[in-house]
């Protein structure tokens, strides 16, 4: 009699549900799409088994967009209190899929860990779309800025607010206009702080808050061998290190304005987490030794790098499995060839030109020959071994370096105490774009040795 009983009501029931499938299925697609669109991501997936209609409804693009959004808007939300503004998530013209498998894969970046937004693996979590986004976020959030404190030779100091700053898709460009400061010549020190401010029911009064030392320049010693970077009408640039910038009036030479270019990496920290005297030191993590493989340290290697103006993206590319060979080691330096010129397929045009814009209160203007490289290289286990960002300026070649692009050449070389980076391009025709036809990184013995626990 029970069972008579149960399976009745079980039988009401998949008629009730029957009935209710069969509804929904005879509405209009727009209302259809209203009713599954208050749905999560995990109740889609199940309705999406139950017949081929509702299969197509679950996987419509504008509907997993929208979910793609507003289930990981929480997220952010839960993480850092503000609204997240997903502008850069607006594109229609996505081939089919496109947000389900986005969503699966930010899912799962965030469920492993929502603090690796900036400290975990640059390679893996920055080139996302969304990240740039949450890095704003994340800061503003927390009321980070920056701030720059200039100390002349008489010992007096001034402090500058932030004119301006500029996102790319693993850097960030910060820039303060001079229009008070003191000549260059008079300059002693510039600190650069990454400031916590104290949420107040009143914007626009200014507190003191946590300052965290990010970068101390010693001018009188940096002006002795700053670099001419390159000028316009207006401005004359100097490199005073690898990622600071000083734009000069022309006319007075006095300073225009100051820029540095900070590797997201460790951003977060290194903005919070230092004290006003001192940086935030990151601890240094060596690689385990590998008794078996005697090339630890030679192969694995994952690169990301980027070219950049102050306003708009050059180039970007990813080059994975990059090694050497015990036999490619030279003057001390280990070879990972990323690009190589007689493989075209490996080629990758630029998508502008190679300036750098910029811009002081009302002026504007444009410094060709120059750009800013980005470079982040993992380790075999997938960890920032070396990471860059710094302006770099192009090298006109005269002879040409490749027959196949037979119009122009130049080249961008970097080097530091770490390592090198040596990029050359060509162009196929004066009206065609240049092309990165030549990618190659030098990383110093003693760097790989050091963390690998190895003699190369």
């Known amino acids: 009699m029970l069972a008579s009983k149960a399976t009745k009501r079980q039988r009401a029931s998949e008629r009730s549900r029957a009935s209710l499938r069969n509804?929904?299925?005879?509405?209009?697609?727009?209302?259809?799409?209203?009713?599954?669109?208050?749905?999560?991501?995990g109740t889609l997936i199940c309705i999406s088994h139950v017949s081929k209609t509702f299969y197509q409804l679950a996987n419509d693009e504008v509907l997993r967009r929208?979910?793609?959004?507003?289930?990981?808007?929480?997220?952010?939300?839960?993480?850092?209190?503000?609204?997240?503004?997903?502008?850069?998530?607006?594109?229609?013209?996505?081939?089919?899929?496109?947000?389900?498998?986005?969503?699966?894969?930010?899912?799962?970046?965030w469920n492993q860990s929502e603090h690796s937004i900036l400290t975990s693996t640059p390679l893996a979590v920055i080139q996302r779309e969304l990240v740039k986004n949450v890095c704003f976020i994340i800061l503003h959030s927390r009321h980070v800025t920056w701030e720059l404190t200039v100390m002349d030779k008489s010992k007096k100091e001034a402090t500058y607010d932030l004119a301006w700053f500029q996102f790319f898709e693993t850097s960030m460009v910060l820039c303060w206009n001079g229009s008070?400061?003191?000549?260059?010549?008079?300059?002693?020190?510039i600190r650069l702080h990454g400031v916590r401010r104290v949420a107040l029911a009143c914007p626009g009064l200014k507190v003191p808050g946590w300052r965290s030392?990010?970068?101390?320049?010693?001018?009188?010693?940096?002006?002795?061998?700053?670099?001419?970077?390159?000028?316009?009408?207006?401005?004359e640039l100097k490199l005073v290190k690898s990622d600071m910038v000083v734009g000069l009036w022309k006319e007075q030479g006095s300073v225009a304005f100051v820029t540095f270019t900070l590797h997201l990496y460790r951003l977060?920290?290194?903005?919070?987490?230092?004290?006003?005297?001192?940086?935030?030191?990151?601890?240094?993590v060596q690689a385990p030794f590998d008794d078996i493989d005697h090339d630890y340290g030679l192969h694995g290697y994952q690169l990301h790098i980027?070219?950049?103006?102050?306003?708009?993206?050059?180039?970007?590319?990813?080059?994975?499995?990059?090694?050497?060979?015990?036999?490619?080691?030279?003057?001390?330096?280990?070879?990972?060839?990323?690009?190589?010129?007689?493989?075209?397929?490996?080629h990758v045009a630029l998508s502008g030109n190679v300036t750098l814009p910029w811009r002081c209160e009302a002026l504007r203007g444009e410094v060709k020959n120059g750009c800013i490289m980005i470079l982040t290289l993992l380790n075999e286990g997938d960890k920032p071994f070396w990471c860059v960002s710094s302006p770099v300026a192009t090298k006109h070649l005269?002879?040409?370096?490749?027959?196949?692009?037979?119009?122009?050449h130049f080249q961008i070389h970097y080097q530091?105490?770490?390592?090198?980076?040596?990029?050359?391009?060509?162009?196929?025709?004066?009206?065609?774009?240049?092309?990165?036809?030549?990618?190659?990184?030098?990383?110093?013995?003693?760097?790989?040795?050091?963390?690998?626990q190895q003699e190369f």
């Open 23 to 41: 509804f929904i299925e005879r509405l209009p697609y727009e209302i259809q799409n209203k009713i599954l669109s208050y749905l999560d991501a």
């Open 66 to 109: 929208n979910i793609y959004k507003r289930q990981l808007m929480k997220k952010a939300m839960k993480m850092v209190g503000e609204m997240l503004e997903m502008t850069t998530l607006e594109s229609q013209d996505q081939p089919s899929g496109y947000w389900k498998l986005s969503y699966l894969k930010a899912l799962s970046a």
């Open 180 to 189: 008070l400061w003191p000549d260059l010549d008079q300059i002693s020190t």
């Open 213 to 235: 030392l990010m970068d101390v320049v010693d001018m009188e010693r940096a002006i002795k061998n700053m670099q001419d970077f390159g000028q316009d009408h207006h401005v």
């Open 268 to 284: 977060l920290e290194r903005s919070t987490q230092g004290s006003s005297l001192s940086p935030h030191v990151e601890p240094m």
């Open 306 to 346: 980027a070219l950049h103006s102050t306003e708009y993206e050059i180039m970007s590319g990813s080059f994975p499995e990059l090694f050497c060979r015990r036999d490619e080691i030279c003057n001390g330096h280990i070879q990972l060839i990323a690009v190589h010129d007689s493989r075209l397929s490996q």
């Open 398 to 408: 005269e002879k040409p370096y490749s027959l196949y692009y037979a119009a122009q």
């Open 416 to 452: 530091d105490s770490e390592g090198q980076v040596l990029m050359k391009f060509g162009q196929m025709d004066p009206q065609e774009p240049f092309f990165l036809v030549s990618l190659v990184v030098y990383l110093t013995t003693d760097k790989v040795n050091k963390h690998f």
